[in-house]
């Protein structure tokens, strides 16, 4: 371990891989309204800002999900920042407090809209989910209607900044059962861990056969309303991995569905990018800059597209 790279810890600390799924469906929303709707007035900056404070908002959810699963991420040997003591509890809550303030003050000073939203996202994904009394994520049912929730949320704030009008659309629907897809899969790789700890998700209650069938029912649907409501950007992606669904609920076996979880964000990835050729750079900066922390800090090959 080379104690050098503990000043990143607070950057890698709001799981910059998990932005990329965050960044992915909010360019998604963006471009949606670009093709989809008639514009409303809004400045051409709003994209940016908005992003910045959803991405603020995202790493204070990330963080407060961390603090609370502590022991789940102790058992399941993943997520140690907080768990094994390299970045103080009281640290990440400063951290998180911080990031919420900015991402609120951001969103709400670009548009009524965004930071409404960002409120709500906040509020459903961050604390809701993780902190008693509601506690989603112990909820087999409402933790997948809040994880898709989340989706459809991001999508909606990048269907603003874009200048659409309203404030859920009714395509972002759309991305409430492709963000619940990959939820489902998710939760298998922690099964044994979440057990362990008392955690009740849908994976730990209904089995791995139950949840990949589910996963596929669900990434079966996000095909069949992108192509309904013509979210290109988002119908190709699931055309191209259906079959890694299908084949993962065949071969019943938990590393097939890494492969397919790891493997639609890579595709939708690719989507964006074909869009936004800019793109590029994060994609790049985050998977490649995280693989040199996690080697160099901890001598991890993470992350990586192995079906591992």
Request: proline share 5%; with cysteine.
């Amino acid at each position: 371990m080379q104690s050098g790279w503990k000043i990143l810890d607070p950057v890698f600390l709001l799981r910059p891989t998990l932005m990329l799924p965050a960044w992915i469906f909010y360019l998604a929303g963006l471009w949606s309204a670009r093709q989809h709707s008639v514009p409303a007035e809004i400045h051409s900056s709003a994209s940016l800002w908005i992003g910045l404070g959803l991405t603020a908002v995202m790493g204070a959810v990330y963080i407060l999900n961390q603090i609370q699963d502590v022991e789940t991420d102790r058992i399941n040997h993943k997520l140690f920042l907080i768990s094994d003591g390299h970045v103080p509890v009281h640290s990440a809550w400063l951290q998180a407090a911080l990031l919420i303030f900015a991402g609120l003050f951001i969103g709400f000073q670009t548009e009524l809209r965004a930071g409404a939203l960002l409120l709500f996202l906040f509020l459903l994904t961050g604390w809701s989910y993780s902190f008693p009394p509601m506690q989603f994520k112990n909820r087999p049912i409402a933790s997948l209607i809040v994880n898709g929730g989340g989706g459809l949320l991001i999508a909606s704030l990048g269907w603003i900044a874009g200048g659409g009008a309203g404030w859920l659309p009714l395509r972002s629907i759309v991305y409430f059962f492709a963000c619940a897809a990959v939820s489902f899969n998710t939760m298998l790789p922690d099964i044994e861990g979440d057990r362990a700890s008392s955690k009740i998700t849908f994976a730990v209650r209904y089995g791995l056969r139950i949840t990949v069938i589910w996963a596929l029912v669900t990434e079966t649907v996000t095909m069949i309303l992108a192509w309904i409501f013509k979210e290109w950007i988002l119908f190709y992606p699931a055309l191209a991995m259906l079959p890694f669904f299908i084949y993962a609920l065949t071969k019943k076996e938990v590393s097939e569905v890494v492969r397919a979880t790891k493997y639609s964000v890579l595709v939708m990835a690719i989507a964006i990018c074909i869009v936004y050729p800019w793109f590029l750079i994060p994609v790049f900066v985050v998977f490649f800059g995280s693989k040199l922390y996690y080697k160099a800090r901890f001598g991890l090959d993470y992350p990586s597209l192995k079906n591992s």
